[in-house]
């Protein structure tokens, strides 16, 4: 992300971290490494748990910012079409320029979801995702937006084997206390590709409304990445993320794991 007032490091590690939250977050509750989710739900009584990890590198006027994300999402299927998921982020910042270095590390703001796919026929599914995250980061070290957020999105997955397809539309209640906008918007597209049994190659290009308000230009996103299906019930994944407009970070890489149960 880009910030405003570059020549006071010492400020910018606040909108730094609270942006990485927003922007890296959903990547936790879709098909990681993917940022766009699928209509797809776990099923009645079954679970699965999701470890991943995101290094994001970024540099504007001298400034460079890196962030190490680690991620816990456990997904628990309440009945056949609708899942609770819960997400956990910890984060470690630093930004710093040829002068100063600032750092910050921690906890940050607990995200709950619900994801219930109200129409499935022919391949093709449709499924609605409201969310909120609870204010459980630091908001003094900016680990936290300091009030909980709210979001609603609307999903649309289709099957066309070895191909699926699948769109986000969005909408984020952004409260927070950083005086950030507070109404954002998401639109994303994503494709898998079967290329075995067992890999899968995925794409994935989005947009979101930029939460700085002297900023015109929104973050935008390309993605490509590998799941390898290791089993049933376990799946490992990795993937590289560009920035492709000035506000989004330039480059962003992705691991993980996905172990159901």
């Not at 309440?78 to 590390?105: F, I, M, R």
């Amino acid at each position: 992300m880009k910030f405003v007032h570059l020549s006071r490091i010492e400020n910018l590690s606040v909108p730094v971290v609270f942006c990485s939250i927003l922007f890296c977050s959903p990547s936790a509750y879709a098909a990681h490494p993917l940022i766009t989710d699928d209509a797809g739900t776990m099923g009645a009584g079954k679970a699965q748990l999701e470890l991943n990890g995101e290094y994001n590198h970024d540099k504007e006027e001298g400034v460079t910012t890196t962030t190490t994300q680690g991620n816990a999402t456990f997904t628990y299927g309440l009945n056949e079409s609708v899942d609770l998921v819960v997400g956990l982020p910890y984060l470690h910042v630093k930004t710093s320029d040829d002068a100063t270095s600032t750092t910050e590390n921690g906890f940050s703001d607990t995200a709950l979801e619900v994801k219930w796919r109200f129409y499935e026929h022919d391949d093709l599914s449709l499924a609605l995702k409201p969310g909120v995250t609870l204010p459980t980061g630091d908001e003094d070290k900016g680990l936290g937006a300091g009030k909980a957020t709210y979001s609603l999105f609307f999903i649309a997955s289709k099957e066309m084997d070895p191909w699926a397809f699948h769109l986000n539309l969005g909408y984020i209640r952004n409260e927070n206390t950083l005086d950030e906008e507070k109404n954002l918007w998401h639109a994303s597209i994503a494709s898998t590709y079967a290329l075995t049994e067992n890999l899968k190659a995925v794409a994935n290009l989005g947009i979101e409304s930029n939460p700085e308000k002297l900023v015109d230009t929104d973050p935008a996103f390309l993605l490509g990445g590998l799941i390898y299906s290791v089993s049933d019930k376990l799946d490992l994944d990795c993937g590289l993320k560009y920035g492709l407009t000035g506000a989004e970070t330039d480059y962003t890489v992705l691991a993980g794991l996905t172990w159901k149960f």
